[in-house]
């Protein structure tokens, strides 16, 4: 299958599904991450749910870049798109901001 590449929409889904998860692990709340993924994945044009796993490892590896918190089980992933890390950078949440070198 031919790669494609994400739409700023399909960055924004995956960013608010990311720091949702993020929220509740700094809360100490459970969350399932594979009732998240299917809610996500719908809204992602026919990516897979490895594609979109693997977008949450590159959102670890831009948040580890900038010395924030990630989610544990999203080991950071190289070959992050310029488009992706200023999503996520545009995306922090206020208590991070302050932080982000």
């Known amino acids: ?3 494609r590449n994400w739409t700023p929409e399909e960055q924004r889904t995956a960013v ?4 949702f998860m993020l929220e509740a ?3 100490g709340h459970s969350f399932n991450k594979a009732a998240i993924a299917r809610q996500v ?3 992602l044009n026919n990516r897979t749910k ?3 796993e693997a977008k949450l ?3 670890s590896a831009i948040m580890t870049a900038h010395g924030l918190p990630t989610v544990k089980g999203y080991k950071s992933l190289g070959h992050i798109q ?4 200023d999503a996520v950078l545009a995306a ?4 991070y901001r302050s932080q982000a070198a």
């Open 1 to 3: 299958m031919k790669r």
């Open 16 to 19: 608010i599904a990311y720091f």
């Open 25 to 27: 692990q700094q809360k």
């Open 41 to 43: 994945l719908p809204r």
């Open 50 to 52: 490895g594609s979109y």
């Open 57 to 59: 490892m590159n959102i």
């Open 82 to 85: 310029k488009s992706l890390a």
């Open 92 to 95: 922090l949440p206020q208590q």
